[in-house]
């Protein structure tokens, strides 16, 4: 039997980082152009940290954050969904923001963020 070793660069697969994807489940589409803001909770309040906008395909064109830039912690992500919505529809959407509050425990994982919206109702989860 011959064995062969196949070297894996695991900082290549598992790289540290966050990130979001926003989709619109009233069109049934990539949500293009939402604002999202990031900030880091602490006792000492809300640290603003970076403002973000989806692509055309309803992510950002780079993590959030990445590699040394993540600290266990908690964070929030607040989209401007209604900001979105507000053009396509007849009246303003009931939904304005969507703030979605969360722990990061290990700086090293990857997580990933993606909001699942109507101008009603939404859904988040973690995704891989």
């Known amino acids: ?3 062969i070793e196949c070297p894996i ?3 290549s697969i598992m790289s540290a980082k966050l990130s ?6 009233k069109n049934g589409k990539p949500a293009s152009g939402v604002r999202i803001e990031l900030l880091r909770i602490s ?3 809300e640290e603003h940290i970076l403002t973000a ?3 055309s395909d309803g992510r ?6 990445s590699g040394e830039t993540i600290e266990a912690g908690d ?6 969904i209604g900001d979105y919505f507000y053009g396509s529809a007849a009246e303003a959407p009931f939904l304005s923001e969507v703030p979605v509050q969360f722990r990061i425990n290990d700086p090293e994982g990857s997580y990933h963020v993606p ?7 939404y859904s988040v989860y973690r995704g891989s």
Request: avoid cysteine; proline fraction near 5%; aromatic fraction near 8%.
């Open 53 to 55: 906008t989806t692509n």
């Open 75 to 80: 964070y929030k992500l607040i989209f401007h």
């Open 115 to 121: 909001l699942l919206a109507s101008p009603w109702s």
């Open 9 to 11: 660069i695991l900082d």
């Open 20 to 25: 979001t994807h926003v989709l619109d489940t």
């Open 1 to 3: 039997m011959v064995s």
């Open 60 to 65: 950002t064109d780079q993590p959030l954050l």
């Open 43 to 45: 006792e000492s309040g």
